[in-house]
């Protein structure tokens, strides 16, 4: 546990520390809830140590960051919104000035105000939270493309290369650094056998049929705070991987959390499957904002939801040969369930693939 009092410190946050805990169900972060009293009224942040082996460059990452929720923040401004300060996320600065803080270890921290009276989901509850979720990451990607300025840096390379990703599994297999590999037979042969969907978008892409776009690359459904009240989405966190990308990486990433019938790491595949009025709000939800799309995306927005559940289990399975070195695991079959899930969520798409591409081609 990291001394949250003193990390608190080195930030202008003008109230007083009281006290700190874990928060949020993140594979990436250390997130803490940390409350302050200021003249008497208690408010919480949100206080996040910067995972440095996933993001080589924090600094980098922070000049991103910072340069969007600036950007976001004076846009709601201009317009007029009464909740600006609640519709995106604030860097708290340091007392020096910048957007994050070094701790005594080394490690980059960063704090940002709660959003109060929102909360994200690890699962979904109504077709209408897919709906506004999907609206505020259209929004989010509408918004992005106003950034003016040089290219944003790329936190992590090839993030959403899925070909890269195939090969960074072979290169496991080889190593087989943790002797996993014969419990996973049947999964690498799963992956292996898709090699031509991995390379479908990133052909697209270096064919200049699909346009690079600034987008979030990381819109699992818990990354969009959505109101207590209204479930519209509110604010849109988790800007670390908001880089050069596509529209599609984005779309898929919501179908694959936002409209399946399970957890991410549910064990209990026979009642697996993707629902389909979910993902129809998904596609309502994002076409509402994204209105920029071109034909080459529109055709292949069923198609990158099966594509990034594919390409997150590969990442699972690839971290669980390596010994689980990237994501936070609770047990030690963890990334093995969660790779498990993906692979019988990615085979769900597959059979229902001529019904997802209908329901696009209504809109
Ligand atoms: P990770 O990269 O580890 O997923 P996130 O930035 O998504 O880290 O933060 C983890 C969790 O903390 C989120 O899923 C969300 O529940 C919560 N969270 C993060 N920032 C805020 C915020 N500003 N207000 C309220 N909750 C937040
Ligand atoms: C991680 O940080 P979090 O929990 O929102 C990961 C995503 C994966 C996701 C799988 C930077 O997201 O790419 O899709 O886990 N983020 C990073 O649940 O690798
Ligand atoms: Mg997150």
């Given at each position: 546990m990291h001394n949250l009092r003193e990390i608190a410190?080195?930030?202008?946050?003008r109230a007083d520390f009281v006290h700190a805990h874990p928060y949020g169900s993140g594979h990436i972060n250390d997130t803490y809830c940390a409350w302050f009293d200021q003249a008497g009224q208690r408010l919480r942040y949100i206080i996040q140590r910067i995972n440095h082996n996933v993001f080589k460059q924090p600094v980098e990452l922070m000049e991103n960051v910072k340069r969007v929720t600036d950007f976001s923040l004076a846009r709601l401004l201009e317009e007029g919104n009464p909740e600006a300060r609640r519709r995106t996320l604030t860097v708290v600065p340091a007392?020096?000035?910048?957007p994050y803080a070094i701790g005594p270890d080394g490690s980059v921290w960063r704090a940002y105000p709660f959003i109060e009276r929102a909360r994200g989901y690890d699962?979904?509850?109504?077709n209408e939270q897919a709906y506004q979720a999907a609206r505020a990451f259209g929004a989010f990607q509408n918004l992005a493309a106003g950034l003016t300025g040089p290219r944003l840096h790329?936190?992590?390379?090839?993030?959403?290369n899925t070909p890269k990703r195939l090969e960074a599994l072979q290169a496991a297999i080889q190593e087989n650094a943790v002797n996993r590999l014969p419990e996973v037979a049947a999964e690498v042969e799963f992956a292996i056998v898709r090699a031509a969907d991995c390379a479908r978008i990133t052909d697209l892409i270096a064919a200049g049929a699909i346009p690079e776009r600034v987008t979030h690359?990381?819109?699992?459904?818990?990354n969009v705070l959505l109101d207590d009240?209204?479930?519209?989405?509110?604010c849109v966190i988790?800007?670390?991987?908001?880089?050069?990308?596509?529209a599609l990486y984005d779309f898929g990433d919501m179908v694959r959390t936002?409209?399946?019938?399970?957890?991410?790491?549910?064990?209990?595949?026979?009642?697996?499957?993707?629902c389909l009025d979910r993902f129809e709000s998904l596609v309502k939800g994002y076409l509402s904002t994204a209105t920029f799309l071109n034909r080459a995306e529109l055709v292949n927005l069923a198609f990158a939801g099966k594509l990034l559940t594919l390409e997150c289990g590969i990442r699972f399975l690839t971290d669980y040969l390596q010994g689980d070195v990237y994501f936070k695991v609770k047990h030690p079959t963890h990334n093995l369930d969660r790779c498990r899930n993906q692979f019988a969520y990615v085979a769900a798409q597959e059979r229902k693939m001529g019904q997802l591409e209908e329901i696009v081609g209504n809109f």
């Open positions: 410190s080195n930030f202008d946050f007392h020096d000035g910048k699962e979904l509850e109504t790329e936190t992590i390379p090839n993030f959403h690359n990381d819109t699992k459904l818990n009240v209204t479930a519209e989405g509110v988790d800007l670390d991987t908001t880089m050069p990308g596509s936002a409209a399946p019938t399970t957890r991410e790491d549910d064990t209990d595949l026979s009642k697996l499957d993707i």
